[in-house]
């Protein structure tokens, strides 16, 4: 049942191996914790991989399964996970990265990394992370569909270029496919039927990636039943079991309301943001009525805000409304929203005394003010608010 939506990779099958022979065999027996042509492949992964003098520093000694982003199994001593995904800080609130265009020109800078084929050997892989590095253009790697153990897979930010191999599809185990890019991939999809032969999957994120040629997106999508959370750059439509859904910078035009009119009652997260969507937003809040989470900044957006609170749902926490057209002043009955905790109203309330609607905001309820510690009220851009709260 898809509850989110995020998206997935395409993967390419590869033959496996078998065994790792007498001398493996031997070296598990003894007791030394790390299968050595395991160790062997990861040094050699290593060597083709940035190094900014942090990630690899643990990387010496005869156990690899004590490296720092490398985790075997406990029985097997087989290495099952590898973590080499550059650091980098997300947003608490939103799980996105601070600034994307920070992230382009960090990764620019980098330099560059390869897949070397060495990872192929890791044939007991179940987690593999390789975000946040210059891979310079390359493809996808065919090698990655021979992992077909795997559970996680992360190529986002990747800078990965051309068509997703749709061979990913026989990674049947794939529980989370992340290939998005916020703009530094030029990855794309001319079909998602690989997509819908991974059964397992519930959280897939391709919102970088171009999907203009992928028509019987929605069929094959709506098809994955355990499908959660799904990002991607895309329209919308009947996603019966949707939770989540995220389609930002996605160059969406229209109105909205008939676009997310079959979309999940059951929904509780929508993030629409750095669109050109247009619409009435009480309309919309009306339509949702369990929603959490709404975010739809910077779009074309409009309505009364007494509307707008009368029809919102009582389960909302969250409120983004950045830079659309809103008008009128904030209402009395804004203090049934007692489940809300950010509110940002920053350049919407065009023509109001903005500081009298703080005060006001402030005014309404006591329960108001003994949220003022937690909420974040944001009704101009920081500058303009300055020069209010000095006047």
């Not at 991974?198 to 039943?225: F, R």
């Not at 959490?292 to 029809?311: H, P, Q, S, T, W």
Request: aromatic share 8%; with cysteine.
């Amino acid at each position: 049942m898809l509850t989110a939506v995020i998206m997935s990779f395409g993967v390419i099958s590869c033959c496996l191996g078998h065994g790792e022979g007498d001398h493996d065999d031997r070296l598990r027996a003894e007791g030394k914790g790390c299968i050595e042509s395991e160790r062997r492949a990861l040094l050699d992964i290593r060597s083709d991989m940035y190094d900014s003098g942090e990630i690899f520093s643990t990387w010496i000694g005869e156990d690899c399964c004590r490296w720092r982003g490398v985790a075997c199994d406990n029985t097997t001593s087989h290495v099952i996970k590898l973590d080499l995904h550059y650091p980098y800080t997300r947003h608490s609130y939103t799980d996105y990265w601070d600034d994307d265009d920070d992230i382009y020109f960090m990764l620019k800078e980098m330099g560059a990394s390869k897949v070397n084929p060495a990872l192929r050997d890791l044939k007991h892989l179940k987690y593999l992370d390789l975000s946040m590095n210059n891979f310079f253009g390359s493809h996808i790697p065919h090698m990655i569909a021979s992992l077909v153990h795997l559970e996680y897979l992360n190529l986002s930010n990747g800078m990965f270029d051309g068509l997703i191999p749709p061979q990913l599809g026989n990674l049947s185990n794939l529980h989370y496919l992340d290939l998005g890019g916020c703009g530094v991939n030029d990855l794309r999809a001319d079909d998602l039927d690989w997509l819908s032969r991974i059964p397992s999957l519930k959280y897939v994120d391709m919102s970088s990636v171009n999907l203009s040629k992928a028509t019987n997106w929605l069929h094959q999508v709506n098809s994955i039943p355990s499908l959660e959370v799904l990002r991607l750059s895309f329209t919308l439509g009947a996603l019966s079991n949707l939770k989540e859904l995220y389609l930002l910078d996605d160059r969406l035009e229209g109105e909205i309301f008939g676009m997310i009119m079959n979309v999940s009652s059951r929904l509780k997260h929508l993030d629409l943001s750095w669109n050109s969507l247009s619409g009435d937003i009480g309309q919309i809040l009306r339509s949702l009525g369990s929603l959490e989470y709404l975010a739809l900044d910077y779009n074309n957006f409009n309505g009364d805000i007494r509307e707008m609170v009368k029809n919102a749902p009582s389960s909302l926490q969250y409120l983004s409304l950045r830079f659309n057209h809103i008008t009128g002043e904030i209402p009395q009955n804004v203090k049934n929203l007692t489940n809300l905790e950010y509110l940002n109203l920053s350049l919407i309330l065009q023509g109001n005394n903005i500081s009298r609607q703080i005060l006001k905001l402030l005014e309404i309820s006591p329960i108001w003010n003994t949220w003022i510690s937690r909420i974040i009220i944001l009704l101009e851009l920081y500058q303009r608010l300055l020069v209010i709260l000095s006047t």
